[in-house]
């Protein structure tokens, strides 16, 4: 069974930045999908980025140039770094990956965008 765990979130200023990072609890190196979702308070869970093998990246409209997607294979981490962050922003980011037809989750990690 495949654990991820998430970590990085806190309460940051409007314009602040922040890295959510996710271990593996194996190699992600046959991962071909991994991404980074999030649920705001009374709204479905949706995708904020993806990466496809190597390194393909899509994003939610709302956070193009703004976030940034990466993995590390050697150390068996997803990372979202995120900047210019906004109050529409805060939720709990959740971490996920799909291998043989199962998606896996993480446990969240809430990120509050806030004065």
């Known amino acids: 069974q495949v654990q991820l765990v998430e970590s990085g979130g806190g309460l940051v200023q409007p314009g602040g930045s922040l890295r959510l990072s996710c271990a593996v609890s194996?190699?992600?190196?046959?991962?071909?999908?991994m991404g980074w979702y999030r649920q705001a308070p009374g709204k479905q869970r949706e995708l904020v980025a993806g990466?496809?093998?190597?390194?393909?990246?899509n994003y939610a409209d709302s956070v193009k140039g703004r976030f940034t997607i990466s993995r590390d294979n050697a150390k068996n981490t997803v990372n979202l770094q995120m900047n210019n962050l906004k109050p529409e922003d805060t939720a709990v980011y959740f971490c996920?990956?799909?291998?043989?037809?199962?998606?896996?989750w993480g446990q969240g990690t809430q990120v509050t965008v806030s004065s």
């Open positions: 194996r190699s992600i190196f046959s991962i071909n999908r």
């Open positions: 996920n990956l799909y291998e043989f037809g199962k998606f896996y």
């Open positions: 990466i496809i093998g190597g390194g393909t990246t």
